[in-house]
């Protein structure tokens, strides 16, 4: 899969770099390499440009260019909730939302 | 001898180099503030100069910065290179620093942020990196001013050994091979053109154009080259870049993982601010709350009262010099120029310092938190609709302080489209100067809605930013929306020194450009409005010379219910700098601080008042705006074109805003509807535009 399809929250590692150019120049000289992990973070209130925690620090790219980034399997967040990218819209967040939030949606069992 | 500041954005360079030299350049907390390259002499050693450059991320040929950075260390030599490093971002920050240290030129690490590092409970092991990395570091915390006294010891001692680094070796298989097989052979090439081979091996392996020319390589060295860098892609399995960027990154996470021992405070306010401040819901509000209350604080009531005390203490001193003149019973002309022209114009444009200093203020607060990238964020996608990058929006931003820093920070904007169209629309935020224009008008023509005019017209410079970027894009042809890979730093608290340097820095800039630029174009027009054609003394204006040149324009601006001759010599004056606009005004119709306003009630009628307001904020801005535009289009051509647009466009726009103003006397529903129907008119582009050419 590639990186634009992360969810909020979600954790992988990346496998492959696409794109030519400039624009693949960049996501490398920014730490975008093979092997690195990543964290997807909370998207602009469009939904487009997304936000990235890779290397700590955190990184904004549009989906179109994210589409280049190859990542493995993805793994939910260590610690739910523990970081500023909420739950509210990550509908694989199991248990041990801590957010006021995610606490009404297990009541209501939407989660 | 040179110490060439270098880091990646937003590490601080710059913030070390004023602490370095005492200076007082412009800092803020997003990327890109430093555009140009700056020295000056390092305090304490006056026989070095100290050159800060902007910030990059690497040495790659693709970006305007980073070749401008690489030419620098090649082409100039320095003695000492002084690499600033965010330390709580220490891995990326690293990749830049080791293509730094392959140049093989004398270097020094600052680990700046240190301070930030204590509140994480990190820790970082000074020697076990210094021997890694084989170049001295000097941890500082450059914005409270700690280590920066070592750091220059550091750094003079480094520069005057000329201790070079130590050969690093990112020993990785594959790649390492790579380079050095093309090292040996090119090692000749290299040292002919004055390159470390290093340095140039590492460039060829990344099928680097530029230093390929460089190195004036033939076609057998080309190829012998290229199968090197095969044979390398087909045992890692991807290509050379990946190789490349790889290697340095497995080196970088062992000497980071030997180095540095990561404490696990996170930074939760920088957390919880972006759950507030990025929110799906709120981002959008509370950015425009935000700008709303920029502008409250500058022009309300805060400004307003500062600024009322500022005219009356100045018309209080008018009032006693020019009585103490005139007991001293000093010649008419004299006085004249002290009192009219002097007095008048400078007093009329200082009036509006605490103003201007508040908007500054509050700009350099915004921009200093770190906040601005998160602008550039949010409003990305909406930037996009415009045909420009979200990035743009900072260099918008700082067009409502002033146009020419805002020019030059289109430099870090990734396309040529985006710089164009970006300095197309800076002109449209009103910037400060203009601000005196607008007041001194609005308060005579609107008394009780001076601060809704001055509102209305910042929001019709937006609303016309936005009608020309949509209109551009009705063109199938306009290229694609270049990359946005962008940095949000971490939130800092506005450091008080900084932006009270900033502060003082446009203050004194401010005065500075009233008492020169200012006082000569008010001496001039004195002079100009006090003398008729065959150099006598005249009483009344009327008759004077500049009365004789304006009325010859003056029919220009007969359709726009200008028919003053003061009104054109104004706007002319309004090139040099825009307050001048007002000053002059003032000189001319012989007004002191205090009489400015039943004088501009008589040169206007509100409809007239309204047109003029409207002109003065689409003309061509002041000369020293169109210099840095021409700087960033690199001819006159263009230069010429963007000012003929401006001219044209503040007419054009201004005739409308006339007949609205003449028709809202006949019938308001009319002018109402026509008004509604012109807010329509981006909703309906931008519709087109999607149809043309999706986002």
């Given amino acids: 899969m590639t990186l634009e ?12 770099v696409g794109g030519e150019g400039a624009l693949r120049r960049r996501l490398l000289d920014m730490g975008l390499t093979p092997g690195t992990s990543l964290e997807m973070g909370k998207p602009a ?15 904004s790219l549009r989906k179109a260019d994210a589409a280049f980034v190859e990542i493995d399997s993805v793994t939910a967040a260590a610690s739910p909730c523990g970081n500023c990218y909420g739950c509210s819209r990550n509908p694989r967040q199991e248990q041990g939302c801590k957010s006021r939030r995610g606490r009404r949606a297990r009541r209501r069992g939407a989660l | 001898m040179i110490i060439a500041l270098i880091g990646n954005q937003n590490s601080g360079k710059t913030t070390v180099f004023n602490q370095m030299t ?49 030419d620098f260390l090649i082409d100039e030599k320095p003695d000492v290179i002084l690499s600033v490093i965010d330390t709580t971002q220490i891995e990326r920050s690293l990749y830049l620093c080791i293509q730094l240290i392959e140049m093989n030129i004398p270097m020094v690490i600052a680990l700046n942020m240190m301070d930030e590092m204590r509140l994480q409970g990190s820790h970082v092991h000074i020697e076990e990196l210094t021997e890694r990395l084989g170049v001295p570091l000097v941890p500082i915390s450059a914005s409270k001013n700690e280590g920066i006294s070592e750091l220059i010891d550091e750094t003079v001692r480094v520069a005057k050994a000329g201790q070079k680094p130590a050969k690093l070796d990112l020993c990785s298989g594959p790649a390492h091979r790579a380079i050095h097989a093309i090292m040996s052979l090119t090692e000749e090439r290299a040292s002919a053109a004055g390159l470390s081979s290093r340095y140039a091996a590492t460039k060829l392996a990344e099928r680097d154009p530029l230093i390929q020319e460089r190195l004036n390589l033939n076609l057998n060295e080309l ?28 080196f970088i996470d062992e000497v980071v993982s030997a180095g540095i021992h990561k404490g696990s405070g996170e930074n939760l306010l920088t957390q919880r601010l972006d759950r507030v401040l990025t929110n799906r819901f709120a981002a959008i509000p509370i950015f425009i709350l935000l ?9 309300g ?17 008018t009032g006693r010099i020019d009585s103490s003149l005139t007991a001293a019973g000093l010649n008419i002309v004299l006085h004249s120029l002290i009192v009219d022209g002097v007095l008048a114009g400078v007093g009329s444009v200082l009036s509006f310092l605490p103003l201007i200093a508040l908007l500054y203020l509050m700009l350099s607060i915004l921009e200093d938190s770190g906040y601005m990238a998160r602008v550039a964020f949010v409003m990305d996608s909406w930037m996009r609709r415009l045909g420009i990058s979200g990035a743009a929006i900072v260099p918008l931003i700082m067009g409502f302080g002033c146009s020419v820093p805002a020019i030059m920070a289109t430099r870090t904007l990734p396309s040529k489209r985006d710089r164009r169209l970006t300095n197309y629309m800076i002109p449209f935020m009103s910037c400060s100067a203009k601000v005196p224009i607008y007041g001194a008008i609005a308060a005579v023509f609107f008394p ?65 450009r009233a008492f020169t630029i200012i006082l000569a174009v008010t001496v001039i027009i004195w002079f100009l409005s006090h003398f008729n054609r065959n150099l006598n003394f005249v009483s009344s204006s009327d008759d004077s010379l500049l009365a004789w040149l304006g009325s010859a324009i003056a029919p220009v601006f007969n359709p726009l219910g200008l028919n003053d001759w003061r009104i054109p010599a104004a706007l002319i004056s309004g090139f040099t700098a825009k307050e001048a606009v007002i000053s002059t005004l003032a000189v001319m119709s012989g007004a002191t601080v205090e009489t400015l306003g039943p004088t501009l009630a008589a040169l206007f009628t509100t409809p007239s008042a309204i047109a003029f307001l409207v002109y003065v904020l689409i003309y061509t801005p002041c000369a020293a705006a169109v210099t840095a535009a021409r700087n960033e289009f690199g001819n006159w051509r263009d230069t010429w074109i963007m000012i003929i647009f401006q001219l044209l466009a503040a007419w054009a726009v201004a005739f409308i805003a006339y007949g609205l103003a003449l028709l809202w006397g006949i019938s308001s529903a009319a002018t109402i509807s026509i008004i509604a129907a012109m807010l329509l008119l981006p909703l309906v582009l931008n519709y087109r535009a999607q149809r043309i050419q999706p986002v």
């Fill in chain 2, 301 to 317: 009531l805060p400004g307003s009262w500062l600024a009322d005390q500022l005219t009356s203490g100045m018309g209080w001193l």
């Fill in chain 2, 22 to 70: 005492g200076r007082n350049q412009k800092v803020g907390n997003f990327p890109g503030v430093t555009v140009s390259k700056k020295d000056a002499p390092l305090r304490g050693h006056p026989e070095f100069t100290v050159v800060d450059l902007p910030g990059i991320y690497s040495l790659s040929p693709y970006s305007a910065e980073e070749v401008v950075t690489r």
């Fill in chain 2, 223 to 250: 190829e012998a080259i290229e199968q090197i860098i095969v044979l390398m892609e087909e045992e890692l399995l991807t290509d050379n870049l990946a190789a490349l960027a790889n290697m340095r990154y497995c």
């Fill in chain 1, 45 to 59: 209130p469009s939904g487009d440009p997304l936000c990235i925690r890779i290397r700590s620090y955190v990184l």
């Fill in chain 2, 448 to 512: 009780d809605h001076a601060g809704l005019v001055i509102a209305l017209l910042y929001l019709l410079g937006i609303y016309l930013a936005v009608l020309l970027g949509l209109g551009l894009r009705q063109r199938p042809d306009s290229s694609k929306a270049a990359p946005f890979i962008m940095e949000l730093p971490t939130y800092r608290f506005p450091s008080f020194l900084s932006v009270s340097r900033n502060l003082w820095q446009k203050i004194r800039d401010f005065l500075r």
């Fill in chain 2, 291 to 299: 700008m709303a209350l920029v502008f409250w604080v500058a022009f």
């Fill in chain 1, 5 to 16: 399809e992360l969810l909020p929250g979600q954790q992988a590692n990346i496998i492959n």
